[in-house]
């Protein structure tokens, strides 16, 4: 039951990532993987980047 329990949270790491990555305008799949390798550890750090601001 306890490793139902921690993929669970871990593919919502991923998906949180993820989301968090293309909403900042940052490399989406770099995100997920780090998601995947550090669980909900990722997600503070995903949030703490900056915006890519598109440059004209």
Do not use: E, Q
């Amino acid at each position: 039951m306890m490793i139902y329990l921690l993929l669970a949270l871990n593919i919502a790491s991923i998906v949180i990532c993820h989301h968090i990555a293309k909403s900042r305008g940052a490399k989406t799949i770099l995100w997920a993987v780090l998601g995947a390798f550090f669980g909900p550890l990722a997600i503070p750090f995903a949030l703490k980047t900056k915006s890519r601001s598109s440059v004209d």
